[in-house]
């Protein structure tokens, strides 16, 4: 896109390739056609120089004609395993993925919990220099995640990242109301809300606002840490439980993707549902081409807090030192170049770590969230529930209710 493009086009070019898929599959049906998946395990000499990258990433992040100039100058070919969720991710490395795989993508508190398990390395900022380009608070002195507490090596380059938002119908509902979370469990706009299927989601968000209601939030934890949303005590799960199973009346439906929830925005059969601000952008492209009248507004953080992630480059343990780890990092340079940054913005629909404000309009600076990224310290990053069984349990009585 050309700075000089008009807004609607700008809007248009920005929103998600398509609208009937998640921040992680935007560009599935393109992957797909250009790049094979790995069909087994490559093994080479620690000492050789790579002659296959292979990495365990989402779908969405694949740039074809990138990877392409980056195959010809490295000599090497470039191998991607998709996956839909950290826990799949997570589960692959561990059954003796770290020796099929080079790279891995991960979000939130997941790259912790690989290093901790030493299923990832470290990484030199210095050997990637597109790092320089980081947003402030995305810089190792800042976020804290992909920095090892006690040697202060880094282990992990972010690339992306957003939030668990709040879409509603600005003509419809009061900004005031929808800057909280009570807004999604509000009677006033009963059978005019929606959510997500995803239970983790819903359980970590409702979380937040229980633990506001009961004044636990701000006060000692029983583990002696702060307040996360995915470790939630069995009174506040309690607490969760009941409240969802309030919400559920005041339901039209659980939206299963994009497609179905931009559909129950525009034709104002649902006011307000959190979401991943993909759904917002389309909406935005919508009304600049004139296609719907009502304006939608997106709350990012809510005032009782917020969920959030950062999507990481990480590099498999099973790299060693040497011309695999330069492969690597010279891979995840180039990914994260401000250039590259900026395809990845319009074709996934993401807000970029990556400072790319001189090559974006006004337009895009806004929709992509430039200039907001100091709200991210107010987000609870995604995680691994404490206990799953616990959460599955509510989540199941809830259903049944």
């Given amino acids: 896109m050309k700075p000089h493009e008009s807004h609607s086009a700008a809007a248009q070019a920005a929103a998600p390739a398509s609208s009937s898929v998640d921040r992680r599959q935007a560009l599935k049906t393109l992957a797909a056609g250009a790049l094979a998946t790995v069909t087994a395990p490559y093994i ?31 000599k090497v070919k470039f191998a991607p395993t998709f996956f839909d969720g950290n826990s799949e991710a997570y589960n692959k490395l561990r059954v003796g993925g770290t020796k099929d795989f080079d790279l891995v993508q991960a979000d939130g508190f997941w790259p912790s919990l690989y290093f901790r398990e030493k299923l990832i390395r470290t990484v030199d900022y210095a050997k990637m220099p597109s790092t320089q380009h980081l947003f402030p608070v995305f810089k190792p002195d800042q976020y ?27 003509d419809q509902v009061p900004a005031e109301k929808a800057a909280s979370i009570e807004v999604l469990f509000d009677p006033e706009f009963g059978g005019r809300l929606s959510t997500s299927a995803r239970f983790e989601e819903n359980i970590a ?29 069995d009174a506040e799960l309690d607490g969760v ?6 919400q559920k009346k005041l339901l039209l439906t659980r939206y299963q993707d994009n497609a179905t929830l931009e559909q129950l925005l525009a034709s104002g059969a649902v006011v307000a549902a959190p979401e991943f601000a993909q759904v ?31 999507d990481t480059w990480l ?11 330069d492969v690597c990092q010279s891979f995840i340079d180039l990914m994260t ?3 590259t940054m900026k395809k990845i913005a319009l074709a996934s629909g993401c807000s970029t770590t990556i400072d790319i404000r001189s090559l974006s309009t006004p337009e895009e600076q806004k929709l992509y969230l430039m200039d907001r990224t100091g709200e991210l310290s107010k987000m609870y990053m995604f995680d691994q529930p404490s206990s799953t069984e616990k959460w599955e349990r509510v989540w199941s009585r809830m259903q049944a209710a």
């Fill in 241 to 246: 439980e009941k409240l969802l199973i309030e």
């Fill in 280 to 310: 917002y952008r389309l909406l935005l492209a919508k009304k600049a081409k004139g296609e719907i009248d009502t304006t939608f507004a997106h709350t990012l953080v809510p005032k009782e807090g917020g969920l959030g992630w950062v």
């Fill in 337 to 339: 170049a401000p250039e």
């Fill in 315 to 325: 590099v498999s343990s099973g790299v060693p030192d040497g011309a695999g780890l």
């Fill in 44 to 74: 080479r000499p620690a000492s050789a120089a790579p002659t296959q990258l292979r990495a365990l990433m989402w779908e969405g992040y694949l740039l074809p004609d990138v990877i392409a100039g980056f195959e010809e100058k490295y």
């Fill in 144 to 170: 804290k995640l992909l920095t090892d507490e006690k040697t202060g090596v880094q282990f992990g380059v972010p690339f992306c990242w957003g939030s668990y938002g709040t879409t509603y119908n600005a």
């Fill in 205 to 233: 968000l409702t979380g937040i606002l229980v633990a506001s209601r009961m004044g636990t939030i701000d006060k000692p934890r029983p583990d002696g840490k702060s307040f996360n949303p995915y470790v939630l005590t």
